[in-house]
Structures are given as C-alpha cells and as structure tokens.
C-alpha cells in the first residue's frame, strides 16, 4: 500500500494534523486510537517502530518507515523525536551509556528518555562530504570500519534551559544553552575553551568514549532534577594518540585527522578524550536524560 505523506495513516482521507499538541501520522485522536488497536497496524505495535508514525516499523537501520515519514521529520528539523523506552533503539544507547560509565566513584545512572536529533539534509551536508573525503584517504570502508571511520561519543555541555525534561522538547534561544545551540547548529571551534581556561589537546571539539567522563561537563543553568548528555557521530579518521598535554594544538598533526587522548598508568589522563578540529567532523545525534 502507498501512503500519501499529506493523508491520514490510517484513514487515507482527511490530511495529517495535530494530535496531543504534536504533528501526527494521523488526523484525529479517534484515527490514531484505531490505527493502534486494529489488526491492518498491529505488526507496527513492535520495539522497532518508526520514530515519526509510531506506527510502521522502520526500515533496516533508518529511523522511520519510509522516505515520506523521514522527508516530514526533516522538514521539521531541527526536532527531537522521543524514543519509546521498549524500543531497540533506546537499548543501544542505553547500553553504551551504562557500559561505558566507569567512575567508580559515581553510582551509574538511571536512563529516563532519549531523544533521536533529526537534522535537515543541509544540516549533514558538509558533515557528509568531509566523511566521504576522510574515508577516501583512510580506505576505512575496505577494512570494515564505518565510512571515515565514524563513532558515537559523548559531550557533555551548559543547559539552560529545560529541554529533555518531561514534556519540553522545543529548543530554547537563550544564547547561554549551549545545549540547545549544539542542537540547532552543531558544534562551533570558535566557542572552544569557553567552559575552561586551557584545553589539553589545543583548539579542538572534545569527546570521549567515557560517558562518566562527559558527565563531569554538564552544567543546568537553571533547576532540573534532570541531565542531559549529547550523543554524537565523529568522523575519527586516522587518530593520533597521545599521552601528555598538548595545549597548544589547532590541528592533528600531518597525516592525522584527529587526536585521541589515552588513558594509561604514563598518561596525564584518566579517562579517554577524542578532539576534532574541524566543525564538519561532529554532528549531534542523540540526547539522552538521565537522574
């Protein structure tokens, strides 16, 4: 069956509208309360639904269903999307969350929401064009990594604001949030080394694998039971790793794409660091929010 991206999933006869307060696969709450308890949907009802109907299930390891659901996602990016806590998709990112907390001295967390970052086609432009360069020099898809070598690390930064909290998922403008600025334009190199006096590896983006070690970043501004994480795809590359400071750093050195900071018994770290020196290596992907 085709589905018309304007018309209602379930009737297919009067347009999408809002529902609960939020743009809906769906005309009205009577469709939408149909659409879950009929048998033509039910296959839909799995952990593995479309993050924008919450109907269909994605398709392979996309977010959403189709072309449709994902071209009105991006349409109204930059938006979060919330993802149902039985979802696939909420036990990856919950398992690299917990798994990678290694503070002894931290009890790990509760995980409470996360929230998949939609991001606009020209958003991910430049992002996508520096990957494809990076893996045309690393050949990084023929030994079986990921195109330019990409990972998912964590950030942890300034909120002021709210957002992540039950309910709040609109950005706000405040120019102190740099939480919601990361989300709405990504990472910036020149608001570098605002949050600390020197940066270990010079004028970079800074990572880790470590979510504990990102935690030890995040700031609420304002009162929130609540704390919210970024997740982030990197394009790594080819890393250097090194083992004592270098503050003086604006780039990887030659033949190097990015650096990593290794924790060892030698290095002046604890915990691990990633850097990037280049906005078009980092693009948000996931917000998590966590007690």
């Given at each position: ?104 001295n ?38 079986n ?12 930064t ?57 935690d030890?970043?995040?700031q ?26 270098s ?45």
């Open positions: 069956m085709e589905f018309n991206s304007e018309l209602c999933a379930f009737c297919h006869f009067r347009n999408r509208g809002i529902v609960d307060g939020l743009y809906s696969s769906y005309c009205s709450t009577s469709c939408a309360n149909q659409a879950k308890s009929s048998s033509q949907y039910s296959y839909g009802r799995t952990n593995n639904v479309c993050l924008m109907c919450r109907v269909r299930p994605r398709t392979g390891n996309h977010h959403f269903c189709g072309r449709p659901d994902a071209e009105m996602a991006e349409s109204m990016a930059p938006l979060l999307l919330e993802v149902p806590s039985d979802h696939v998709t909420f036990g990856d990112i919950e398992n690299q969350f917990k798994s990678s907390w290694k503070h002894p931290k009890a790990i967390p509760t995980l409470h929401r996360v929230y998949k970052i939609v991001e606009s086609q020209s958003f991910r432009a430049n992002y996508e064009v520096y990957r494809v360069g990076v893996d045309w020099r690393g050949q990084f898809m023929a030994s990594l990921a195109p330019g070598n990409e990972c998912r690390r964590w950030h942890g300034k909120r002021a604001c709210n957002l992540g909290d039950p309910g709040v998922t609109q950005l706000c403008y405040n120019t102190n949030c740099a939480l919601c600025n990361i989300i709405r334009t990504s990472f910036d190199l020149g608001h570098s080394g605002n949050n600390f006096g020197w940066e270990r590896f010079g004028k970079g983006i800074y990572t880790s694998a470590t979510s504990s070690k990102s030890d970043y995040n609420n501004l304002v009162y929130s039971p609540y704390k919210a994480l970024l997740l982030n795809t990197v394009i790594v590359g080819q890393a250097i790793k090194l083992t004592q400071n503050p003086y750093l604006t780039a990887p050195p030659a033949g190097y794409d990015s650096v990593i900071g290794e924790a060892s018994p030698s290095s002046v770290l604890n915990y691990d660091e990633l850097v990037v020196y280049t906005n078009d290596a980092i693009r948000p992907s996931y917000l998590v929010v966590y007690t």
